[in-house]
């Protein structure tokens, strides 16, 4: 499947079939993020932040982008290093790639890219949604963000997100989500996620 596609539409139409995969589960896992909030994010979405959702959504985690550039330079490398028929053959057997099966085998890869793709934008949005409306609800959220308004007020805050047009937080008086367009703020500020790496050695 992946092979006919490539001969017929080239790799610019294989990259732009997978991209438009990306954005799809990109707004699915935005919204479902969203939703356990008690938001409809589409409502304050335009088409930056709908084709921008893929990329930013890799950026947001360092653990995850460690991971996929883990994997991509794995990849590459592998690939690299099979640079004569007799490694492409060795690298052929130890993939169990039989001959004649080259193309079922891609089309496997791809299937096992897209579960993966799924598991990472739609999976991650929402457990992730699901553990801050619980942290809403048990009043367990640390206000350690602080939000500048054009009228100089100030208000210490959880920031639960932001697009490119309007910010989501919540105070301390009140359990709801607030929402506030980027352009009625000075400025922001948002405590910066750090990377607890001791929890993954425990």
Known sequence: MIKRLYQSQGIQGVLTIGYLYMVILGILGEALYYSQLGINILNYSNITDVLLSPISKITSNFYLLGVIILIVVTALSTLNSANTPEKKAKL?????????????????????????????????????????????????????????????????????GVNSAYLF??????????????????????????????????
């Not at 096992?112 to 598991?119: C, E, Q, R, T, V």
């Not at 922001?188 to 990377?195: G, H, L, T």
């Open 92 to 160: 052929k057997k130890w993939l169990r790639i039989r001959p004649g099966n080259e193309s079922k085998t891609l089309d496997l890869l791809v299937v096992f890219l897209s579960i993966f793709l799924f598991s990472f934008y739609v999976g991650l949005d929402m457990g992730l949604g699901a553990k801050r409306a619980e942290s809403i609800e048990k009043k367990e959220l640390r206000f350690n963000d602080k939000l500048v308004f054009s009228s100089a007020d100030s208000v210490s805050a959880k920031i639960v």
């Open 169 to 202: 937080y919540v105070t301390a008086d009140s359990p709801s989500v607030k929402i506030s367009p980027i352009s009625n703020l000075q400025y922001f500020e948002r405590q910066p996620a750090k990377p607890n790496f001791s929890k993954i050695f425990k």
